[in-house]
Nanobody
């Protein structure tokens, strides 16, 4: 599967953005999906995933209650709705997908959401000004 992310940009603190990630080559229904972010020089962080095992959404504590991950099967696209954005949300955001049928969770996230997934889209920059 190939993934193409879009929707990043500059937004003021407290604002909202929606990231999109369109898949080609396979259907996203066959995958667990997720969003990650990384600031240069820092570790990549898994922030929101939908598990292939149970279809439920899981979130990192840093975004819980503010971000929502979803999937539109008809458009073969996944989304990340980001509300109440903060300057510390400034990062490069990546969409990802994985077929690993995990059985474990780490820090409340499915294993692929914590360690990373097999398929990645190019990053999209999100900048939140204070």
């Amino acid at each position: 599967v190939q993934l193409q992310a879009s929707g990043g940009g500059l937004v003021q603190s407290g604002g909202s953005l929606r990231l999109s990630c369109t898949a080609s080559g396979d259907t996203l229904e066959n995958y667990g999906i997720g969003w990650f972010r990384q600031v240069p020089g820092e570790e990549r962080e898994g922030i929101a995933c939908i598990s292939l095992i149970d279809g439920r959404a899981y979130y990192a504590d840093s975004v819980k209650g503010r971000f929502t991950i979803s999937r539109d099967s008809g458009r073969n696209t996944q989304y990340l709705q980001m509300n109440s954005l903060k300057p510390e949300d400034t990062s490069v955001y990546y969409c990802a997908a994985d077929k690993f049928r995990h059985t474990e969770f780490i820090a409340g996230l499915p294993l692929p959401c914590y360690y990373g997934m097999d398929y990645w889209g190019k990053g999209t920059q999100v900048t939140v000004s204070s």
